[in-house]
């Protein structure tokens, strides 16, 4: 009886033991690949862009060069280099306290550049990606480009006449548009993504390409737009041959998104949020291998102000938030008038800003 009792114990410690050694393997792996994203995320184009407060504003002094960028930023598009993010020294970010610490608001751009020597250039899609950790989702909205803002740093500053909005990027820098989208809108945006036509086409061809239903009317003015970014490429357009719901390249995907003169910018901006949607669910179904090795490759391809850290926490909030997405337009319908000289959107503040908040942060 006794010996039974023995051997129960020593079976006991026995299984314990292994799985002591099952949970340290485990944990081992996680650690593993922690370090292993960390290393990679470590090849981002990491932008300095300076964050500070409105009294350390008034008294700011920075070096002649304010620009900095870790990727290839001499050679053409066709040899793999990329647009630099504009950064004006004279425009740092100016801090701005996170309104809920569950919801972190992301602002992803593109510019309206040719080359890689077209930095200071308007800013083409502007869309905050906000991530709510808490709720387990994802929101894509779109600010449209002509809407009429006070473009500044500072409420003080900005209280000048209206600009459209896709000026202050030109003006300013990546500084000057996230401060004037935070002050126009009452957001809480501190962190960006940059990217140009070239490396938004690279990162999704990296997930095999997104699926797409193409209307009718849409194929001829796509295609415009695919022999004219291939052209900068220097290589034969992969024209789309025909409508319905298919699998499109990256410069196919980006042609798409960016048509324009066919019906409306709002139209627009809901093929780019389309194109945006239809990426982020790719990655969310790849297996964890196949997403360490997509991010392995898409170093290099895009701007940021995010350090690693970052990067992993809001790569894991996002992908955890794929199943549960859903978009918005500013401005949305019936929340606008038209000027026509200059011509710009003018919105109604007291009704679009409620809603959009309500949208972002709920109740």
């Known amino acids: 009886m006794g010996k039974d009792k023995t051997n129960k114990k020593k079976g006991g410690k026995h299984v314990g033991r292994i799985l002591v050694r099952i949970l340290c393997a485990l944990l081992g792996l ?56 504009y950064v004006d020294p004279a425009h740092p970010i100016i801090k701005v306290d996170q309104k809920d610490k569950n919801v972190e608001n992301i602002l992803v751009f593109g510019i309206d550049s040719r080359g890689t020597d077209d930095v200071r250039a308007r800013s083409d899609a502007m869309m905050i990606v906000s991530i709510n950790k808490k709720e387990n989702t994802v929101k894509l909205i779109s600010l449209m480009r002509d809407i009429g803002v006070h473009i500044g740093d500072t409420e003080e500053t900005a209280s ?41 086409s690279d990162l999704i061809d990296l997930v095999g390409g997104v699926t797409i239903d193409v209307a009718p009317g849409e194929v001829e003015y796509a295609n415009i737009n695919i022999t004219e970014q291939a052209n ?23 042609g798409w998104s960016r048509i324009r003169y066919l019906d409306s910018d709002f139209v627009r901006t809901s093929r780019q949020r389309e194109v945006a949607t ?63 000289d200059p011509w710009m959107m003018i919105l ?11 949208f972002i942060w709920g109740e």
């Open 348 to 358: 109604d503040w007291d009704t679009q800003l409620p809603e959009l908040h309500e």
């Open 30 to 85: 996680c650690f593993g690949v922690v370090l292993y994203g960390y290393k990679i995320l470590g090849g981002f184009n990491f932008v300095s862009v300076p964050v500070v407060s409105e009294e350390e504003y008034d008294t700011l002094e920075i070096g002649e060069d304010g620009s900095f960028t870790g990727g290839d930023v001499t050679s053409s598009w066709a040899d793999g280099g990329h647009t630099r993010v």
């Open 232 to 254: 900068l490429l220097g290589i034969d357009p992969p024209l789309i041959e025909s409508s319905g719901e298919q699998t499109l390249s990256g410069i196919q995907a980006i």
């Open 160 to 200: 000048g006449s209206w600009d459209k909005l896709t000026h202050a990027y030109a003006y300013g820098g990546v500084g000057l548009m996230i401060n004037t989208i935070n002050i126009n809108f009452d957001l809480d945006i501190q962190r960006f993504v940059m990217l140009d036509f070239n490396s938004s």
């Open 278 to 340: 239809a990426l982020i669910q790719e990655v969310a179904e790849m297996p964890l291998t196949d997403q360490l090795a997509m991010i392995e490759d898409s170093a290099g391809l895009f701007e940021t102000n995010m350090q690693q850290l970052d990067l992993a926490r809001v790569g894991v909030n996002a992908v955890g938030g794929s199943d549960n997405m859903d978009e918005y337009r500013v401005p949305a319908d019936g929340m606008y008038t038209v000027q026509q």
